[in-house]
Structure formats: C-alpha cells, structure tokens
C-alpha cells in the first residue's frame, strides 16, 4: 500500500511537474510567472513542503534549460513552494496560509535573493536589492488566488481531502462558511485592485483609465461579495 501511494505521489509530482513547464509562459513578463505560483501552492496542498520544492526545481531547471529563462526561474520559485507546504501543514491545512507562504517565500525572499544572483552570477546590471520585489508579489497574488479559488473549491467540495488520502499525504477538511466565500470575493477584489496598481508602475502606464478600472474592479468585487453574503444568509434562514 505504502509503495503504491509513493508511486501515485511520483505520478502527480511529475503531472504537476509537465503542467508547470507548459503554462508557465502564460502571462509571463520578466521577473513575473504567475502561472508558476499556481503549480508550488497546488501541489504543497497535494503533497507537502518537500514535493513542492522539488517540484519547483525541475521546472525551473527544465525552463532553464529549454526556454532560456534566467536564474530566477529558480529563486522565483523554490523557495515560495516550500514556505507555502510548511505554511499550509502548520496551519493544520489552512489554504490561505499556503497561499501567504508563497507570497512571502516568492515575493520577499525569493525576490530580494535574485538580485545577487542575477548581478553576480548573471551579469546583469542597474539592479537593487528590491528590483524584483514588486513584479514578483505581483505575479505570487495573480498566481495565488488562482490557486485559492480552486483549491477553496476542491476543499468545500471535499475532494482535496480524498486527494490527500489517496496520496498518503497529510489529510485536512478546511470548509469555508458563507462569511469565509464573501471575504474571499471582496479580497479578490482587493488583490485585482493592487495588481493592477503595481503593473502600471512597473511597465509605466500613466493613463488615468487604468486608476479607473482597478477601483471599478475592487467596487464590483466588494458589491458582490455583500450580494452573496445577503443571499446565501436569506436561504438559510
């Protein structure tokens, strides 16, 4: 049994592994891959710290190795995947933990990191300690509420649990009551809103339409966080 699951856990990690390497250059900019952040929370959810930093590495090593992508293709993502299992197992399987796992372990250290890599090892120029802090927190917040809206849906659902058991990982039934669901609409709303705050300084996009479209987003976003809220309390009671 034990031998099986271990080889279920191969199979996944190497899925996840193929995944990352074909849509990692989805909404890739330098310095930002979203999609990236996506695969390190799922499969820290799925299979723990250790696998996920794992998983990180080899893709890294393959885009690396095909697409010619810098080394942040390494410190953009290692060390996000693994803070996100180790965040996720400690907060006894708390998904948005594993998602501030990634931000912190991407966007602050993952981003302060890659300076001396990419000046020293890289040669590349004009580059500060916090160059890469922006675009990456940016890309962890795209990538990590896509990994929350699934996994908050595969966990109500309750089949990340009987993932989780099939894998012989660590099991957690983290369900989200209907305050949770609205507070998770209104933060995608609020994450939405400092997206695209930071993409307009990062590639200089001094338009007021874009102030515009940010603030429509976070008002739709926070509208229908209140709407769900209001609806789903009236038919429980």
Not at 35 to 49: E, F, K, Y
Not at 120 to 140: A, D, N, R
Not at 152 to 167: D, H, P, V
């Amino acid at each position: 049994m034990n031998n099986s699951k271990a080889l279920l856990k191969m199979i996944v990690l190497s899925v996840l592994v193929a995944l990352g390497v074909v849509i990692s250059p989805i909404l890739r900019f330098e310095g930002m891959c979203p999609m990236a952040h996506l695969i390190n929370i799922v499969c820290a959810c799925l299979l723990g710290p250790w696998y996920a930093l794992l998983c990180a590495f080899v893709i890294g090593i393959i885009r690396m190795a095909t697409m010619a992508i810098p080394p942040i293709a390494l410190t953009g993502a290692i060390f996000g995947a693994f803070l996100s299992g180790v965040f996720y197992k400690a907060s006894k399987g708390k998904i948005i933990f594993a998602v501030l796992g990634e931000i912190i372990g991407t966007g602050i250290i993952g981003a302060i990191l890659s300076y001396p890599v990419m000046t020293f090892f890289w040669g590349k120029e004009g580059l500060s300690w916090l160059f890469y802090v922006p675009s990456f927190i940016c890309g962890t917040l795209i990538g990590g509420s896509i990994a929350y809206l699934l996994l908050r849906k595969l966990s109500n659902a309750g089949l990340l649990a009987r993932f989780q058991e099939k894998l012989g990982s660590d099991v957690y039934n983290d369900i989200s009551g209907v305050f949770g669901n609205a507070a998770a609409i209104a933060a995608l709303g609020a994450v939405l809103w400092l997206v695209i705050e930071i993409l307009t300084g990062i590639f200089k996009m001094t338009s007021p339409v874009w102030s515009y479209i940010s603030y429509s987003l976070l008002a739709l976003m926070l509208i229908a966080a209140v709407f769900y809220y209001i609806t789903k309390k009236k038919k429980e009671n």
